[in-house]
């Protein structure tokens, strides 16, 4: 049986992840795989790559082929270094960490002195529902008020 190292793509259209597996080299693309050694994932940047060595360096050791992408990626994370005992340096970029949200919250409320900037959504709604039928009175009187007048003006208008 021919065994290959090869990437199984994953993941959505235009946001390509893949999983670095040993498989049989006459199953399709994404079919079913002897065992997943790492993963490879592009679009981040810079591009996350993390492979299982001591696995790796196993199936390299038994036959298995890389194709040329799983050999560049090998040749960043060091295993194929390690396997054909090449002098050129490997790397692989640490990704970046992401920001903890409630640090960054704390540290802005500390910022503000403690009081929050927009009062709650829940508190306004609440006290426009209070507020409305007290409106709903102010606007009713108002409008008696003004149908006299309104009407006074039409009848001066009438006889002129």
Partial sequence: MAV???LKRMGAI???HYRIVVMDSRKKRDGRAIEEIGLYH???DPSFIQV???????WLSVGAQPTEAVVAIFKRSGDWQKFSGEDTPAGIDPQAEKPNKTEIFNKALANSAGSPTVEAFTSKKADAKESAPAEDEETA???TT???????EAGDAEQA
Wanted: neutral net charge.
């Fill in 4 to 6: 290959k190292i090869r």
């Fill in 14 to 16: 235009r946001s390509p």
């Fill in 42 to 44: 592009p679009k981040n």
């Fill in 52 to 58: 299982d060595s001591e696995r790796a360096q196993y």
């Fill in 141 to 143: 009187t108002e409008a």
């Fill in 146 to 152: 003004e149908t006299p007048a309104a009407e006074a």
